[in-house]
């Protein structure tokens, strides 16, 4: 069985030029997104339910990088997005930094233990490992990230 | 012989910290020449499950849990360390240094 990142991310999981004033509004209009791609079937409510886990504790892991995410009944395939924002956004990070990398991931409660939930479950390990963490907020273009994530 | 560390990791969510924690550890673990296993108690249940004998051979246990940690009544009697997953996403060393510490 193969839960490889790229079984499930194409170009329409990689927004490169985010221009969001801040953190909801990067929730924000990533959820719309995912809404756009069909993973989602009720932008608004899934945004609220990613706002609700990020009151519990901060998902800016440091580096830079955030990790917001949602178990909502409106996710219809568990998945992420990958975005890099033009400004570094205050997001009460673990290190104080500012984030600009931001993986977005949305969970269906229904989903228990499939490839899509282990990809998530994979890529946020990956997230601990330096030279990953350097390869992905050096990457410029859609098809570096994909390259970077599927590797 | 290097020390050995069993640890046990759970978020609330069970999607992203319970396996950053896990990843965090191995990697500071290794980097210091400690044994060490981890078992996820996360979304997809639990899993890389610690047996008893493992957990009877451990030196310290780590849990890096922000919810209760599933059958606990494995881990009776042991020296353990217990944490916050974002402590350990943010410093994966000192977490293994204050378990070791304990077995001293």
């Known amino acids: ?151 | 012989m290097s020390k050995k560390i069993v640890a046990v990791t759970a978020c609330i969510a069970g999607i992203a910290h319970t396996y950053m924690a896990a990843e965090n550890l191995k990697k500071f673990a290794k980097k210091e020449g400690y044994d060490i296993k981890v078992e996820t108690q996360g979304a997809m249940g639990v899993e890389n499950r610690l047996s008893q004998s493992e957990i009877d051979a451990a030196d310290v246990v780590i849990f890096a849990v922000d919810t209760n940690v599933q059958e606990p009544d494995r881990f009776e009697g042991k020296k353990t360390l217990k944490v916050g997953t974002s402590e350990v996403v943010k410093d994966g060393k000192s977490a293994i240094d204050q378990a070791i510490e304990l077995t001293n």
């Open chain 1, 1 to 151: 069985m193969s839960n490889k990142l790229s079984d499930f991310i194409s170009e329409n999981n990689v927004v490169m030029n985010l221009h969001a004033k801040d953190q909801k509004d990067a929730i924000h209009q990533l959820a719309l997104i995912l809404q756009e791609n069909g993973s989602v079937s009720d932008a608004e409510a899934f945004y609220q339910d990613v706002l609700h886990r990020e009151s519990l504790t901060t998902t800016g892991i440091g580096n830079n990088i955030a990790i917001p995410h949602g178990k909502s009944a409106s996710v219809i395939q568990s998945t992420m997005l990958f975005a890099k924002n033009t400004e570094p956004l205050e997001w009460h990070s673990l290190d104080g930094s500012k984030v600009n990398i931001i993986f977005l991931m949305a969970v269906s409660p229904k989903a228990k233990g499939d490839d899509h939930l282990r990809m998530l479950a994979k890529l946020s390990g990956k997230l601990m490992d330096d030279e990953f963490v350097d390869s992905i907020k050096s990457a410029e273009t859609t098809t570096e990230v994909l390259r970077i994530l599927k590797n």
